[in-house]
């Protein structure tokens, strides 16, 4: 059963490789996979929400999200699974960035695009937050453009992404006495 999913998993990297790869969508995906390194473009979105006002509680949520993102994906699951990258594992896979020092999942770039994605989607005007899950989707699917993730990494990404935005909603409700300190706002007592 394993085995079937692996394969299966490949001929997609493979299929995409061998019919998708071109030197137009190299030019665009391969700096947008990039941007995310380290989740710099994630968290330069969130100190953009955290510097205005009006968009600070947003932005509290995004980290909020982010940071259990991150802990969850890279400090836990991907130590866990300790699941070898496909270039190292697929024949004829030519990886377009270059090797990532951890292990496969989930995919840590999907996980922190859909962790800020879906705070956006759920807590902005819809315009923003379609956008926003389009470029997490992007973001998603570039990773297996260039060879570094088997795609139920990307999904596992996109799992854990909703699963940490979801939480960082229910645990930090826009009256909580936190939100509004961090966000500026006066605590009065009831």
């Given at each position: 059963m394993i085995e079937s999913l692996l394969n299966f998993e490949g001929s997609i990297l493979l299929f995409l490789q061998d019919n998708v790869r071109n030197p137009i969508l190299d030019a665009i995906l391969i700096p947008f996979t990039l941007s995310n390194n380290a989740g710099i473009s994630?968290?330069?979105?969130?100190?953009?929400f955290l510097y205005f006002k009006?968009?600070?509680k947003v932005g509290i949520l995004m980290l909020a999200?982010?940071?259990?993102?991150?802990?969850?994906?890279?400090?836990?699951?991907?130590?866990?699974?300790?699941?070898?990258r496909p270039y190292?594992?697929?024949?004829?896979?030519?990886?377009l960035v270059g090797r990532a020092p951890d292990f496969s999942f989930p995919s840590g770039?999907?996980?922190?695009?859909f962790a800020v994605a879906v705070v956006i989607f759920l807590k902005m005007p819809k315009k923003?937050?379609?956008?926003?899950?389009a470029l997490a989707s992007l973001m998603g699917f570039s990773r297996l453009y260039v060879g570094i993730h088997y795609p139920?990494?990307?999904?596992?990404?996109?799992?854990?992404g909703i699963i940490?935005?979801?939480?960082?909603?229910?645990?930090?409700?826009?009256?909580?006495?936190?939100?509004?300190?961090?966000?500026g706002e006066s605590i009065e007592a009831a």
């Amino acid at each position: 059963m394993i085995e079937s999913l692996l394969n299966f998993e490949g001929s997609i990297l493979l299929f995409l490789q061998d019919n998708v790869r071109n030197p137009i969508l190299d030019a665009i995906l391969i700096p947008f996979t990039l941007s995310n390194n380290a989740g710099i473009s994630c968290i330069l979105l969130v100190l953009i929400f955290l510097y205005f006002k009006k968009l600070r509680k947003v932005g509290i949520l995004m980290l909020a999200s982010l940071v259990l993102e991150f802990i969850i994906a890279n400090l836990v699951l991907k130590n866990l699974t300790a699941r070898i990258r496909p270039y190292e594992v697929i024949q004829g896979l030519a990886l377009l960035v270059g090797r990532a020092p951890d292990f496969s999942f989930p995919s840590g770039h999907t996980g922190s695009a859909f962790a800020v994605a879906v705070v956006i989607f759920l807590k902005m005007p819809k315009k923003y937050g379609i956008l926003a899950i389009a470029l997490a989707s992007l973001m998603g699917f570039s990773r297996l453009y260039v060879g570094i993730h088997y795609p139920s990494d990307v999904i596992g990404g996109v799992l854990l992404g909703i699963i940490t935005s979801l939480t960082a909603i229910k645990c930090l409700p826009d009256s909580s006495p936190i939100m509004k300190r961090f966000a500026g706002e006066s605590i009065e007592a009831a």
